[in-house]
């Protein structure tokens, strides 16, 4: 008889554990809130380790073919003078694969493909996931807001804000590298998104909650309207549309890092896992990650229980690394009046330091 396991969540890490399941003969069952995949999104740098994640679920060429190869990538002040360069080449070299940058939509959608129909069960949530009976496993990939991390492990372990709240989007013009520019406790990033567009994001610190009152294009303009022409050409771009497309969110992570990523024969993956802020570039990476290593995990081991600690194992302590790291990231960016020490740091470490792949 087929094991049988269910997933909250088709996201990322969710679709990427049905995906091993399935494909070594899981029967699975996944609830998503949302109607349906999303229609719109950024893109997400593919490090390699995520790229051979994505390799065994047999998506990685497909995945490569719809993405863009980051071709170099650096740091500079808000008057546009260098801080540092990022060795693209230096991480080829010693991965065979660069970072890619792919859409979040390609990339779900390359996910969904192998899921029969009916595999995905769109505009379901589940309100308690200790109510869920008749699986050998509960995979929660249910985000940074997870409702079944809060019933298992309760409210200490929630969100936080970290001081910084982000504004992002798309305008039409094309590059193929990622600059970030960082002024005094503010920074400003563009990315390559398609042929013919580029994402953009911007960052400074704020209240929780705070309002434009002139709204998200004004703010935009008096924090960076005197950066370097590469920084307001993007928002030249942006004020072309009347702002239209302007996301803003505040930026969250864990309270506090879980003791485990296990309950019970409950798993959780990804932001519900380990949300992290966004300053590593690595989120989208992980979830990967741990939806193939814990459907791996499933599938090596005869009992679920050996599996999920082996998962536990594996996963815990690297990605509580990482998002440490991403918070440590982003206070540094974020802190005013520390720009010629931070920056300093930030040489030194892309010179003798090797991010994980």
């Known amino acids: 008889m087929a094991r049988t396991a269910i997933i909250i969540g088709a996201g990322i890490g969710g679709l990427a554990t049905a995906v091993h399941l399935r494909a070594n003969g899981w029967d699975v069952d996944v609830r998503e809130r949302a109607a349906g995949l999303p229609e719109t999104g950024t893109a997400l740098g593919m490090w390699p380790s995520a790229l051979q994640a994505l390799d065994a679920l047999g998506l990685g060429d497909t995945a490569r073919s719809l993405a ?42 390359t996910l969904a493909g192998p899921l029969d129909d009916g595999v995905i069960r769109f505009g379901e949530s589940v309100d308690d996931v200790r109510e869920l009976s008749g699986y050998d496993v509960v995979v929660a990939a249910d985000g940074i807001n997870s409702r079944a991390r809060k019933a298992l492990f309760g409210n200490a372990y929630g969100t936080r804000y970290t001081g910084v709240t982000s504004w992002r989007g798309i305008v039409d013009g094309d590059m193929d590298t990622v600059v970030e520019t960082w002024g005094s406790g503010a920074r400003f990033g563009v990315t390559p998104h398609t042929e013919g567009r580029t994402n953009w ?43 239209e497309g302007v996301l803003r969110l505040d930026l969250h992570d864990l ?31 992980e979830a990967l990650i741990d939806g193939v290593t814990l459907a791996r995990e499933l599938c090596t081991h005869h009992r679920v229980e050996d599996a999920l600690a082996a998962y536990d194992a594996l996963r815990r302590v690297p990605t509580q690394r ?34 994980p792949a």
């Open 68 to 109: 863009r190869p980051q071709t170099g990538g650096g740091f500079v002040r808000a008057d546009g003078a260098r801080i540092a360069d990022v060795d693209v080449a230096a991480l080829r070299r010693r991965t065979g694969d660069p970072v890619y940058l792919i859409s979040r939509v390609p990339l779900l959608r």
């Open 255 to 285: 309270a506090r890092p879980l003791p485990r990523y296990v309950s019970g024969r409950t798993a959780l993956i990804g932001d519900a896992a380990h949300a992290m802020t966004p300053d590593l570039g690595r989120g989208a990476c």
């Open 322 to 355: 990482l998002a440490r790291a991403a918070r440590l990231m982003n206070k540094m960016v974020h802190t005013p009046g520390v720009a010629p020490v931070r920056n300093t740091a930030m040489r030194l470490m892309l010179a003798v330091g090797r991010p």
């Open 201 to 243: 994001f911007a960052c400074v610190r704020a209240p929780e909650l705070a309002k434009a009152p002139r709204g998200e294009l004004a703010a935009l303009e008096e924090c960076f309207g005197d950066w370097h022409p590469g920084v307001r050409r993007v928002l030249d771009r942006v004020r072309e549309n009347d702002g």
